[in-house]
C-alpha cells in the first residue's frame, strides 16, 4: 500500500543519513568538537571555537586516513561502513583535503604549545593502524589521546589550574575508555579475555560509574560533566553488539552527553 510505504520510507532514510555521519567520520569529529566545548565551558577557557576546530577536524582527518589505510581489516568488524568509505572514497579525500586545509591554517596561529600537543597527539594517531591489534593497550592510549586533545587544548588557552585540568581529564578518560571497551567487544577484539563478552560489557559499565563518581566528588563547576558518562551508561545498558548500535548508540551517546553537559555549563546562573 502506498500509504505504508509513505510511512515506512522517512525512518529508514533518516537511519541512511545517520550512517553517513558515523561512517564518514563525521560523528567521531562532532564528539571530538562537543567534548572540547564543554571542557573549554568547564575551564571558562576563551579559545573555544579555536580549540573546537582542531579538535574536530583532527579527528575527521585522522580517523579517515585510517579508514583509507585499513579498508581490509576493518571489513571484518565493520563491513557496513567499509562499503560506505569504498563507495565514497572520492568524496572522502576532498573532505578530509579541506579539513586539513583548514586545520593548519588555524594552527598556525596558535601558541607554541598548542602546536606540540596537536603534533604529539597526531603522531599517536597515524601509528594506531600498528597499536590498535591489542585490545587492552588500544582502549588505554585511545582515551588517553582523547582527552589530552578535548581536555589539553582548551587547557592551554585558559587559566585554569593543573588540578583543573585533571579532574576534567579523570573523567573524560574514563568516560571514553567505557566507550571504547565496548567497541571492541562489538569488534570481538576482546574474545581471550577470561570470562567472556560479559564480564567485559561490566567492566566498561564499572568505568562509568567510575566517571560518574568523579563528578559527584570533583570540584562543583565540573559537575555537569556528568552528563557524557550518564548517556554513555544509558547506551551500555542496552547494550547490542550490532554495527549500528556501536557507531549510532555508543559512540552518539558521548556527543548527547557532550552537548547535555554544555547546554548546562552555558546556561545563566
Known amino acids: 500500500m502506498p500509504g505504508i510505504e509513505a510511512l515506512a520510507a522517512p525512518p ?27 571542557a573549554s565551558l568547564a575551564f571558562d577557557g576563551p579559545e573555544t571555537l579555536r580549540t573546537a576546530f582542531l579538535a574536530a577536524s583532527g579527528t575527521f582527518i585522522i580517523y579517515n586516513l585510517d579508514r583509507f589505510r585499513d579498508l581490509d581489516r ?7 561502513r567499509t562499503d560506505f568509505v569504498r563507495g565514497h572514497r572520492r568524496l572522502l579525500y576532498l573532505l578530509v583535503g579541506s579539513a586539513a586545509i583548514g586545520f593548519a591554517g588555524v594552527l598556525r596561529t596558535g601558541p607554541p604549545a598548542l602546536v606540540v600537543l596537536c603534533f604529539a597527539i597526531g603522531c599517536v594517531g597515524l601509528f594506531h593502524r600498528r597499536m590498535k591489534r591489542f585490545p587492552a593497550w588500544k582502549a588505554t ?7 589530552a ?34 567497541s571492541n567487544l562489538r569488534d570481538d577484539e576482546a574474545m581471550s579475555f577470561p570470562g567472556g563478552h560479559r564480564i567485559i560489557l561490566w567492566i ?16 562543583s563547576e565540573f559537575r555537569a560533566l556528568v552528563w557524557i558518562p550518564v548517556f554513555e551508561g544509558l547506551a551500555l545498558s542496552q547494550f547490542r553488539r550490532t554495527e549500528r548500535y556501536g557507531h549510532l548508540a555508543v559512540d552518539g551517546a ?13 546556561w545563566p546562573t
Open 74 to 80: 576493518d571489513r571484518i568488524t565493520s563491513p557496513r
Open 141 to 147: 592510549y585511545v582515551s588517553v589521546s582523547w582527552s
Open 254 to 266: 558521548l556527543l548527547l552527553g557532550a552537548l547535555g553537559a554544555s547546554i548546562q555549563l552555558s
Open 204 to 219: 566498561a559499565r564499572a568505568f562509568v560509574v567510575v566517571a560518574i563518581l568523579i563528578a559527584a566528588f570533583g570540584p
Open 149 to 182: 586533545a578535548c581536555v589539553g587544548l582548551p587547557w592551554l588557552g585558559s587559566r585554569a589550574e593543573l588540578s583543573a585540568g585533571a579532574w576534567v581529564s579523570a573523567l573524560f578518560v574514563t568516560s571514553l575508555a567505557a566507550n571504547l571497551i565496548a
Open 12 to 38: 529508514g532514510l533518516v537511519i541512511r543519513m545517520a550512517e553517513a555521519f558515523a561512517f564518514s567520520s563525521g560523528l567521531a569529529a562532532s564528539v571530538g568538537a562537543a567534548l572540547t566545548v564543554a
